[in-house]
């Protein structure tokens, strides 16, 4: 059977066909052409940016830190440049320990180094390089570069380092930089100076290092640098340059700070001297120290749980942080006051029996017979207790409190650097405040008694109390201490003062200054300081004190043979010099080292001698006596680290039990409640 086409349906469906292809292929190049229009033209911009960025990359260039000087342009902190082995975790292909032994075999890799890379890979992101060796030889260098195709993740960098060239030398006052960890990178992103740390793997963390880190850090430049397709420099394109940090001029006179530290020899305390005329801090020392360099890489973990264990705490600021009780050195202070609230007068005497009785508490002088008739100038050159038992029950301790804390007792000074502790002045409104009972809130008459003799609730830090004694040699004129003494352009050398000025003036009577001075005087000719000072070539004023470490029981005799180390008394010192024209004052306490005299006198001599007459002391046969320039000789002391004061004095009511965090004795004072 014949089968008939119909040849205009087939055209018609073939041109159907070929029309919905036509359409399909001009919708495609429609939609090809309309992209190419979206990326050539309206992206245009974004996607020759995003071009120039794979071309281009933005390497930071990071600041030279400011360098650290003494006032006398004696270099403290500097920068020095050298390789580091460093690997980052997440571009390893074998693993870590691994590389490590690998490592090992081509570059002295110890197991301290091992540690402080474990601890610092803690703080670090996966995707940040980590040194495992800093300072490589040259050698060692070449060893590795020869090998360096085995060890992808793993790369050597030139890096400035950070270097303390007198090593445990005034380190609190230095303090060092470390590694950026963590939290200090969190702290740095929520800050307005995140983008000039990219680059940046230091940061201060302690001392001026930290207190100063703006000013020291600089400004980070930047260089444009063209790459190729595997990431490969080419060329640089610009550059701007890094801005160093500023220079640091310290008040500091490292070599009285030498001095005095090694004055101290193994003993612990603190020594804060100060020009009363301007406030700079010429000494800072806080004994024992440490070293910074070890921070500076990552300190590894066995020299750290030697320093932060150690029953010595030589990572403590004695001068900052460290209270005491002040002992008979509040004693000038507190006739100062009587003079000026008109409570005394210098003619004015008592019979001392060697005892004062309140209520029917019998508080007890250091000598035994008494002093016999007292008037204020023989109370502080022979450091009377008894008369300051009867002159803290007249003028009452809010009276007191509100004398002192012009002076900076129990404030925070301003010193420049962080943590400063405030300490204890107490007053009926603080007791209040410190305590949760009822019972405890309350102010007794009794303890206002052992606050005369700058026992009781008194604790202050050795910097108030140096801070204090300058405003006394300075005729009440208040100067902010501070350890930086100018800021220098690291470039132009131009220096900007750091204190421009007096603080305040406390309104005092000139004639009573004068007498407590003259007083003052006293002691170092007459009085309990008066061999120390022997010989002396110029005219000092100080004061001696003796300052309880823990509370004894009533009635107990105090002997310092039958007590632990730890608990016996700190010895202090505080004096300036030349009397009629102080360009020194200081404080300085040994800690349990016994009386004033015995121990802090003798430092103060050797400071006094040096910053004088340029007089450095003789070599003592036991490096923990500094004996020298006429001092006395006294017994070598080791001392703990400083403790919280001790509340020696309980109030006369004994039905009522003290809180159990604080230490106390009984009302009635000991023989060692004396503060010469």
């Avoid at 509100?402 to 002045?425: A, Q, V, Y």
């Avoid at 009635?555 to 700190?570: L, Q, S």
């Amino acid at each position: 059977m014949t089968e008939f086409k119909n040849t205009e349906r087939e055209v018609h469906l073939f041109r159907l066909r070929l029309s919905v292809a036509g359409v399909f292929v001009l919708i495609c190049f429609g939609l090809l052409l309309s992209r190419f229009v979206w990326l050539q033209v309206v992206r245009h911009n974004h996607y020759q940016a995003q071009a120039e960025d794979n071309r281009i990359s933005v390497v930071p260039v990071v600041p030279n830190r400011g360098l650290i000087l003494d006032r006398n342009g004696v270099v403290l902190a500097r920068n020095f440049s050298a390789y580091t082995l460093e690997i980052t975790p997440s571009k390893l292909v074998e693993p870590l320990d691994t590389v490590i032994t690998n490592l090992s075999t081509l570059v002295d890799i110890q197991p301290k180094d091992r540690r402080r890379f474990r601890r610092l890979q803690e703080e670090a992101k996966n995707f940040e390089s980590v040194p495992i060796r800093t300072r490589l030889s040259d050698e060692e260098v070449a060893r590795f570069t020869a090998q360096r195709y085995r060890f992808p993740g793993v790369e050597i960098q030139a890096r400035l380092f950070r270097q303390y060239p007198l090593g445990e030398t005034a380190s609190h006052v230095i303090g060092y930089i470390g590694r950026i960890n963590r939290r200090d990178a969190d702290r740095i992103a929520d800050s307005e100076d995140a983008a000039n740390y990219m680059g940046t793997d230091h940061i201060g963390k302690e001392g001026v290092e930290k207190k100063y880190e703006k000013m020291l850090h600089g400004v980070t430049g930047y260089e444009e640098v063209e790459v190729s397709a595997g990431g490969r420099a080419v060329r640089t394109l610009s550059r701007t340059p890094a801005t160093p940090g500023s220079n640091l001029i310290l008040s500091i006179d490292i070599e009285l700070q030498k001095i005095v530290e090694e004055a101290f020899g193994d003993r612990r305390g603190a020594l804060v001297a100060i020009e009363p005329s301007t406030g700079d801090v010429l000494a800072y020392v806080s004994k024992p120290t440490y070293d910074p360099n070890l921070f500076v890489d990552g300190i590894d973990q066995l020299s750290w749980d030697e320093l932060n264990t150690s029953m010595d705490r030589p990572l403590l600021n004695r001068p900052l942080i460290g209270t005491y009780p002040p002992g008979s050195t509040y004693k000038p202070f507190m006739a100062l006051a009587a003079l000026e609230t008109g409570k005394r007068t210098p003619a004015n005497a008592i019979s001392d029996p060697g005892y004062f009785w309140f209520g029917n508490h019998k508080f007890r002088d250091d000598k035994v017979d008494g002093h016999g008739t007292v008037d204020m100038y023989k109370s502080i050159v022979q450091s009377c207790n008894t008369y300051y038992y009867t002159l803290a029950n007249d003028l009452g301790v809010d009276t007191i409190h509100d004398f002192m804390k012009p002076f900076g007792f129990g404030r925070l000074t301003g010193i420049d650097l962080d943590n400063e502790r405030s300490g204890t002045l107490p007053s009926t409104a603080w007791k209040r405040a410190a305590y949760k009972r009822p019972e405890q809130q309350k102010w007794y008459a009794g303890e206002t008694i052992s606050i005369g003799i700058g026992q009781g609730y008194n604790a202050f830090t050795p910097l108030q109390l140096a801070h204090a004694t300058a405003t006394l040699a300075n005729n009440g004129i208040v100067m902010k201490p501070h350890l930086v003494k100018s800021i220098e352009n690291s470039v132009t050398k131009e220096q900007v003062p750091v204190v421009n000025g007096e603080s305040a003036r406390i309104k005092l009577r000139q004639e009573n200054i004068d007498f407590v001075k003259k007083a003052l005087v006293g002691v170092t000719r007459e009085g309990t300081s008066s061999r120390v000072f022997a010989g002396a070539q110029y005219v000092s004023a100080g004061k001696t004190g003796t300052a309880q470490a823990i509370g004894i029981k009533k009635n107990e005799k105090y002997d310092a043979r039958k007590m632990a180390e730890h608990h016996r008394d700190h010895s202090w010192y505080m004096t300036f010099a030349p009397a009629e024209n102080p360009t020194i004052a200081l404080a300085v306490i040994v800690e349990n080292a016994g009386f004033g005299a015995q121990a802090a006198a003798p430092i103060s001599r050797i400071a006094l001698d040096y910053h004088l007459l340029g007089k450095r002391p003789e070599p003592a046969p036991d490096k923990n006596a500094p004996v020298g320039n006429g001092a006395a000789a006294h017994a070598p002391s080791t001392s703990p680290s400083p403790q919280q004061p001790a509340r020696p004095q309980a109030r006369p009511d004994q039905s009522v039990r003290q809180s159990a965090s604080a230490a106390v004795i009984p009302v009635s004072a000991t023989a060692k409640e004396q503060a010469h």
